[in-house]
């Protein structure tokens, strides 16, 4: 069975709230909560894998504090964009 998706956006919307860190939870939920709705196929597959990392990677990841994976650098900086009040002071 393939998921619907509105149902993807919503499990990854979940995902994204929820996650294990709360700084992870704050940056991830803004970024959600502006692009998740308007992403499609490659950018959604993207972002699905990128959730799937930990989240001590991805807060040094939108941080600044590490680089990123190649595959998902691009998608790293855009949701670092948003994450300035919460990585670093704005």
């Known amino acids: 069975m393939t998921e619907d998706g509105d149902i993807r956006r919503k499990r990854l919307y979940m995902r994204s709230i929820?996650?294990?860190?709360?700084?992870?939870?704050?940056?991830?939920?803004?970024?959600?909560?502006?692009?998740?709705?308007a992403m499609e196929g490659a950018d959604l597959d993207l972002y699905d894998r990128l959730?799937?990392?930990s989240d001590q990677d991805l807060y040094q990841w939108v941080s600044g504090q590490a680089a990123p994976p190649d595959?998902?650098?691009?998608?790293?900086?855009?949701?670092?964009?948003?994450?300035a009040g919460v990585t670093r002071p704005s």
């Open 71 to 83: 595959a998902y650098a691009a998608l790293v900086a855009r949701i670092a964009e948003g994450a």
């Open 51 to 53: 959730l799937s990392e």
């Open 18 to 37: 929820r996650r294990g860190i709360k700084e992870m939870d704050l940056i991830l939920a803004a970024f959600a909560d502006s692009h998740l709705w």
